[in-house]
């Protein structure tokens, strides 16, 4: 390499270190999550899938109700599809999709470690009569991005708890 490459390689290596980047690390998750429970109405949804895959990921166990440490209750991941416009033709122009997940926390005491949360994502949708097709599919895209979103924000919501204790 030449003096010049020399010169960005180090720069780049400086300016990273100094602007305080650093790679993401193991989520630190509240200790009692350990050995959890989930709880939710449906545990092969995209949601549950991911919340699963990113917990087992920082090192959380999911145990039978006996076993458990803690559990994490989901009573509700709603995805609601709403019409935002209508267009002259009376057709449908743009949706609104939203998706609500509330979710909690509890101890084998039975004390909240996290009490009731509520999180909320929505994505707006044009509609194309010409493209029908697409727009199903675009859909499907934007729930799997809301289950994806939420999943990592639920995760980020129970790392906060797990930083203060």
């Known amino acids: 390499m030449n003096l010049r ?9 400086l300016f990273l270190s100094g602007c305080g980047f650093k790679m993401r690390g193991k989520a630190q998750l509240p200790p009692e ?3 959890t429970r989930l709880i939710i109405d449906d ?4 949601f549950a899938r991911r919340v699963q895959a990113l917990l087992e990921q920082a090192g959380v166990e999911f145990v039978s109700t006996e076993k458990a440490t803690a559990r994490l209750e989901i009573p509700q991941s709603k ?3 709403e019409v935002l416009t209508i267009g002259d033709n009376a057709r449908v122009r743009e949706y609104r999709i939203s998706h609500t997940v509330k ?5 084998k005491d039975g004390k909240d470690i996290i009490p009731l949360q509520t999180i909320r994502q929505t994505r707006e949708i044009s509609f194309d009569e010409q493209q029908i097709l697409s727009v199903s599919r675009e859909q499907e895209y934007v729930k799997q991005d809301l ?9 980020s919501r129970l790392e906060v708890v797990g930083s203060q204790s």
Do not use: C, D, K, Q
Request: glycine residues 4%; hydrophobic residues 60%.
């Open 103 to 107: 979710f909690r926390v509890v101890g």
């Open 5 to 13: 490459a020399w010169f960005l390689l180090l720069f780049l290596s």
């Open 147 to 155: 289950a994806n979103t939420l999943s990592r924000l639920l995760v």
């Open 79 to 81: 995805v609601v599809t």
């Open 43 to 46: 545990e092969y949804s995209i």
């Open 33 to 35: 999550m350990s050995h």
